[in-house]
């Protein structure tokens, strides 16, 4: 949120695409889901378009989806490393869970990626609203909203303290005294809380970039304040101008309201882009993807996503009607999202599908290179993004694609670097320097 | 323990070093432990000389040794995986404690390493003695000895259940049906026991070589029955041929008593080589890095190791009288160690720590490479070991030593191999496939 004359842009990568049915597609070669150089290309791509970032998601479940789901192969962090060595300047984001890891572990890990990446390393925090990856870490049904988002505040404070245990500085590393490190810049964080007792320090120094950054998705009323209070960056479904403006003003205001600049949370909503040489090229290439849609697959996605069994429920009827809100303990953000978009009744459970195949539920847009420009801008202009969160919809080609005919659109409007100014992630955003909370202290405990 | 005609080598790495004095020392690069292009640089000399795998070991806190401790860096895995796409043969073997993480969340990052490297994982699974590794972690004190063999037994079956998880062949990934994956050969493994309930699937398929190695090192008498009956290679520090034989017919019984083969565990015992042209060349290398130990660290790591405070005690006096081993809850096989050595009250704490600098307690040897050689096939041949653990006190030069000088010397004794003929660290361990209690099994709860 601010007044930045050129935007972000972060790559959302998943398997060979996000299309549901991308692995399917003469475009792509399905058995690149399992291969680790193929994420490194797309990590080479983005930078050869100057991207900000790059993004994997994550869950702790394969949940009812194995049979037609591709996704399920390596944790985002030690891919992430494997991109960061093939790779000099783009940032390296990773969805990791508040619900079933401890902030030591968590910390030392993106840590860990902070420095192989020499600074380039972000932390997507989602607190797993699903029965079935509860069931992998002994909690039985879906652990309730309030106390998901309680743990992760906690989570999250733990975790900032202890990537505050080193100053900068702390190494001192001179061979002729023998000294490592500074005990008097390294601090024990004596937290107690609720939940977590956590002495410190972390067992790693300090990062070139302070910190990992901060990113956050969910957009319910937890998750939005959630965000303004922690987040340096956010990934959002928008559908409409109107609803990203209304988020987007929404977000600023409580950023605001925690003490915080409004520049300080940069808000990136998603787009799924299908490119072409033409506005029909691109529909029709849309239209190929979705024809390759299984029904069976996609019908068992949206029963996890609502939460209400679908599987035996026709797919040319309506949506039957959906339980309130506040009823719901799972992913209320895309629990909203297909209630507002099924609530006039006139959408099929097959149109549905249709529309939530290619992104989940994010936008999706499929025009010229000047279009998809077109429309970034608008937002960008309109105050409904900071910056856009790039969903190919399948993979390699469609990040070609963007990077290839789309970046060089924006560049030439001045809208997008046409080089990387900064070293590190936190800098490709345009974030200040984050402080540190013990800067100067006298810490003798932990000399 | 076989009949194995050639032994197997691991090269345990450690920042630029295993002697502690080794980053102050003219043949190393102090500012490298923070590179990770120097780790990539060893896994890639250790490939040279076609080493079965590289090892790095962890601890889950900075302790009293921040001061001059040059070690705590990079989260071993996440460093790997960077090591991983710059080798294309090395096993790589990264501790993880069972203590302070959950089985769903180990198997899922060392399954993602596996993927990543094509089948060279391997998991070397410590309990974590440490008081200051649990105060990060809410425990107070040292956790119970027993209490933490009970839990990474339990831990360690959740954790092979999860592997098992998913069959050989369940990777279908056919784009004309749209199956990604045969449901049947995908099963639940609904663990219910006293500390953990994991319902499974593991989100990730099973990799090349079936699943990461098992490796361990505790000598305790609950360490060596864990050994027995879980690890596949075990990684351990014995001074003496007569020690490392005993210790290796004592294992060996175990492990048939487990009903296990004999050759399914291979015995390494760590040595700290400094090579040089002649004898006295090496004696006196070793002794450069001798006359850099700090006596302040040495005093405070051998108080940790000991859990009692020597940091106000004489260099020049013998070790005070220590508790009896039954009273220690923290690392076993270390304590009895250095009481062994300080049996008969002869050495001061100034000559303990001299023994004990170049590699914690494992033997160190200054020679030739031609005496290296032989004091390695002497102890593969009259029953010590199956191989080694190498510890190089310097690195890389001291790797680059070991695999430029003694290996080609193994080689041409017919010892050790001239060329991979595997291609997975299981592989090179000459270790039989693993089965799948899964393999045929009908499991529709997880369709």
């Known amino acids: 949120m601010s007044q ?49 970032s790059v ?75 699903g029965a079935d990856e509860a069931a992998n870490f002994g909690v039985d ?57 956590v002495k410190g320090p972390l067992n790693s120094p300090r990062s070139a970039q302070g ?72 529909k029709a290439l849309e239209q190929s993807f979705t024809d390759l849609i299984s029904p069976e697959y996609s019908l068992r996605q949206l029963s996890t996503m609502l939460g209400v069994d679908l599987t035996k429920h026709s797919l040319d009827a309506p949506l039957p009607p959906l339980p309130p809100l506040d009823e719901i303990q799972g992913n209320k953000s895309r629990y909203q999202l297909v209630k507002d978009l099924a609530a006039d009744g006139s959408l099929t459970v097959r149109q549905l599908i249709g529309l939530l195949g290619g992104g989940r539920g994010h936008r999706t847009f499929a025009g010229t290179p000047e279009q998809v420009a077109d429309e970034l801008q608008t937002w960008f202009e309109q105050g409904a993004a900071d910056g856009f969160n790039i969903m190919p919809p399948y993979l390699p080609g469609g990040l070609d694609d963007f990077v290839d005919r789309v970046v060089p659109i924006l560049q030439q409007r001045g809208l997008f670097r046409t080089e990387y100014t900064a070293t590190t992630l ?7 320097d984050v402080g540190n909370r013990f800067a100067g202290a006298v810490d003798e405990a932990s000399a």
């Open 55 to 129: 993004f994997f998601a994550d869950g702790l479940a394969v949940g009812p989806r194995i049979k037609h789901n591709t996704q399920a192969i390596f944790e985002p962090v030690t891919l992430l490393s494997a991109i960061a060595v093939a790779t000099e300047h783009v940032g390296l984001i990773a969805t990791a869970s508040t619900s079933y890891s401890d902030p030591y572990n968590l910390a030392r890990k993106f840590t860990s990626l902070d420095h192989i990446s020499g600074g380039r390393a972000g932390w997507n925090i989602v607190t797993s609203a």
């Open 211 to 282: 910190r990992p950054l901060l990113v956050q998705a969910g957009s319910s009323e937890s998750g939005k304040e959630f965000a303004a209070r922690y987040a340096e960056a956010v990934f959002t479904a928008q559908r409409t101008l109107e609803q990203g403006q209304e988020f987007y003003r929404d977000l600023e205001a409580r950023v605001v309201k925690h003490g915080r600049n409004a520049g300080d949370l940069k808000v990136l909503p998603g787009i799924v882009p299908f490119i072409a040489d033409t506005e029909e090229e691109a």
């Open 141 to 197: 049904g879906i652990p309730a909203h309030s106390g998901r988002y309680e743990r992760a505040e906690e989570f999250v404070d733990v975790t900032l303290a202890l990537w505050d245990s080193w100053e900068d500085g702390a190494v001192v590393l001179d061979p002729e005294t023998g000294v490592f490190a500074d005990p008097g810049k390294v601090h024990t964080i004596d937290h107690d809380g609720p939940r977590f007792r």
């Open 426 to 432: 936190r800098g490709h955003y345009g974030l200040t």
């Open 4 to 52: 930045d004359s050129q935007f972000h842009l972060n790559a959302f990568l998943m398997g060979v695409g996000h299309h549901e049915a991308a692995w399917r597609h003469p475009r792509t070669e399905a058995h690149r889901v399992l291969d680790v150089a193929h994420f490194q290309e797309l990590g080479r791509i983005a930078e050869r378009g100057k991207l900000d």
